[in-house]
């Protein structure tokens, strides 16, 4: 292969495959049995109610709780027991739905956390400024001061360092005006489209989700409830399932 079609490749998405997957804390079972594949470059949304599994879901891929049961495959490869770092060599990138800042250090030391090194720094700050512009202009504030909304598109800005060939997301537009959201959104699609990211995207917010995503699966005590694409007739046929 051509170094061209090297970079080429590698610049593709990831296939997510999740068959039969179970995990949870202590002797409760939180996720029970859950089989997903999201192709490569594809985006889909884990919808559902509270406290259904969606992020225990997204840390059971990422290994920070144990898979009890069943196979987690990345193109194909098991990441069960991998180290972060192995992740992230294989391209899997993460936006917590918790805390995930260092409220004290500036907006580029949170920044600089992503990468391995300095010398990679300045091309993954220019990606990111791509999408959300206002960054370059505040390196030097602390992240504890930005508003709720800067500091979800940080956040986010800090998965999208490494151009991460499958993304997790979780719940990345809680709480934020329509505005923040839109922005989002765009960031989203605009990396999807020059990337051909793949991604999952936990979410409660069904407009932004039908927005931004191909697909979607709606989470019910731990088990798929129901799957489909995007298409007209979808939202209805959501709501009927976060209503009940
Ligand atoms: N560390 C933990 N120890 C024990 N139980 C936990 C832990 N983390 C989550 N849970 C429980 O697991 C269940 C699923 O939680 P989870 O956060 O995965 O749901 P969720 O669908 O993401 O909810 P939400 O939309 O509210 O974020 C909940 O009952 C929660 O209390």
Same mark, same amino acid.
């Given at each position: 292969?051509?170094?061209? #079609?090297?970079?080429s #490749? ?6 997510? &495959? ?14 029970? +049995? ?20 969606? &992020?225990?879901?997204?840390k059971?891929?990422? /290994?920070?709780?144990?898979?009890? +049961?069943? @196979?987690?495959?990345?193109? +194909?490869?098991?990441?069960? *027991? ?12 993460? @936006? ?30 220019? =990606? ?8 370059a ?6 992240a504890? &001061?930005?508003? /709720? ?7 986010? @800005? =800090? ?10 997301i979780?719940?990345?537009?809680? *709480?934020?005006q ?6 989002? @959104?765009?960031?989203? %699609?605009?990396?999807?489209?020059? %990337? ?46 976060? %209503?009940?």
């Amino acid at each position: 292969m051509s170094d061209a #079609a090297r970079q080429s #490749a590698d610049s593709r998405g990831g296939a997510l &495959t999740l068959d039969g997957v179970t995990s949870g804390y202590g002797a409760v079972s939180i996720v029970k +049995g859950v089989s997903l594949k999201v192709a490569p470059g594809e985006i889909v949304a884990l919808l559902g109610k509270n406290g259904m599994g969606k &992020t225990t879901l997204l840390k059971t891929i990422l /290994g920070m709780v144990g898979l009890r +049961g069943g @196979a987690i495959a990345v193109d +194909g490869v098991s990441v069960a *027991g991998l180290s972060p770092a192995k992740l992230v060599a294989l391209g899997v990138g993460y @936006a917590p739905q918790e805390q995930p800042l260092f409220q004290d250090l500036s907006i580029r030391d949170n920044l600089r956390l992503a990468v391995s090194s300095d010398r990679l720094l300045p091309a993954a700050l220019e =990606r990111v400024f791509g999408h959300f512009p206002f960054l370059a202009d505040r390196l030097a504030q602390r992240a504890g &001061t930005l508003s /709720g909304g800067e500091q979800k598109m940080l956040i986010l @800005a =800090r998965a999208l360092m490494l151009k991460p060939r499958l993304l997790l997301i979780d719940e990345i537009s809680e *709480g934020l005006q329509p505005s923040v959201v839109d922005r989002i @959104a765009a960031a989203l %699609s605009a990396e999807r489209a020059a %990337s051909g990211a793949t991604m999952l995207i936990v979410e409660q917010n069904l407009d932004f989700a039908l927005r931004v995503a191909d697909r979607w699966a709606v989470l019910k005590l731990g088990e798929i409830d129901d799957e489909g694409a995007t298409s007209p007739d979808a939202r209805e046929r959501i709501l009927r399932h976060l %209503s009940v």
